[in-house]
């Protein structure tokens, strides 16, 4: 059975029970393990691309992805992107401050500008490489990070507070981009959606219900109908939204390390993937035993339900790869 194959019956509850689904996220880390830059790793989908293979190969890990950094839409929108060398991309500048701007900015073409085409064939290279054997994770922005991405985290709330109208425009506008740009990564062949929309941590579960909830489940929704499945990532503590999110219908939903894993089961039921939660500051600053010994009692615990073994967010950059191999080897039963 390959990796893919795995990832299938993942999904349908029927995964080997000889080892937990591992899937961290890498993005620096993949990046300087293969001898390279994060800023080449963000603006070259061939370095991307091989440099989640090489970590892939090395640490086991069951999945690769095309993640590297929140700004894919937004330089389609036509906000200005700084690539660093290692650092995450900066956007140097918000261009929505005014309803006029969120009225003027572009319905983008993702085949034709040069950031969402870059994943797009990022998407592509896998499939080349790979041959489908390997699950390929695709990502976009959800429409509240996008919407911050495009404002200004600051301004966003605010008028998510003071100006409904606004909000909703700029959110739709957000939405219709990240369909466009999940069908154009799932046409060239990957196996799963991963929808990153971080911010919501920050906000109440009323707010996350007027002006979020049904925008996840269309997204979801939308994709489902494309045939693939969905991972929603929102960092941080989201206990308090649980109940609106189990209402979405993901796939997969990552938890850090601030959520109790009973209590989202209990929430979310069944059916759905659980991933993390692990303190990424842990399995970067422990002893491998001590990664090892964490992460054994969650494969332990969790590894008959429908679970990856992953830390609560990205893996850093400075983790020492042995404490990513003492993951791997926990996950297995």
């Given at each position: ?19 937990v ?14 001898n ?49 060398d ?12 005014s309803y006029?701007d969120?009225?003027?900015l ?27 054997t ?6 976009v922005?959800g429409p ?11 301004n ?43 911010i ?49 219908k ?7 390390w601030?959520?109790?894993?009973d209590?989202?089961?209990s ?21 491998k ?5 964490k ?35 926990a996950?297995?039963?």
């Open positions: 059975m390959d990796k893919r194959q795995v990832f299938l019956s993942l999904l349908k509850g029927e995964a080997p029970r000889e080892r689904f591992f899937r961290p996220i890498l993005m620096h880390f993949a990046a300087r393990f293969n390279t830059t994060y800023g080449k790793f963000a603006s070259d989908y061939r370095t991307l691309v091989e440099s989640n293979i090489r970590a892939m190969e090395y640490f086991d890990t069951d999945m690769v992805s095309l993640i590297s950094d929140p700004y894919r839409e937004t330089s389609a929108f036509g906000a200005r992107i700084e690539y660093i290692e650092g995450v991309p900066r956007c140097l500048e918000h261009i929505v401050r006029e969120v009225k003027d572009p319905d983008p073409d993702v085949h034709k500008c040069d950031r969402t085409l870059d994943r797009i064939k990022g998407a592509g290279y896998f499939r080349k490489l790979l041959k489908g390997v699950p390929v994770g695709g990502w922005e509240l990070a996008e919407a911050c991405d495009l404002a200004g985290v600051d966003m709330m605010i008028w998510l507070m003071t100006d409904p109208d606004l909000s909703n425009h700029l959110l739709d506008k957000c939405l219709l981009l990240a369909k466009k740009f999940a069908k154009a990564q799932i046409d060239e062949g990957c196996d799963l959606i991963g929808i990153g929309d971080a919501c941590s920050q906000i109440d579960q009323s707010t996350y219900d007027l002006f979020i909830r049904d925008r996840h489940a269309e997204l979801i929704s939308f994709i489902h109908g494309l045939g693939v499945p969905v991972k929603l990532h929102i960092c941080g503590n989201i206990t308090h939204l649980l109940e609106s999110v189990a209402m979405v993901t796939d997969i939903i990552d938890l850090d601030q959520v109790d894993i209590q989202a089961r929430i979310m039921g069944k059916d759905v993937v659980l991933g993390g939660n692990i303190n990424p500051v842990f399995v970067q600053d422990k002893t035993e001590e990664v090892f010994t992460s054994k009692e969650l494969a332990d615990r969790y590894g008959d339900q429908k679970y990856l073994l992953a830390a609560g967010c990205e893996i850093t950059v400075l983790t020492p790869p042995e404490n990513l191999l003492a993951m791997r080897k996950s297995y039963l």
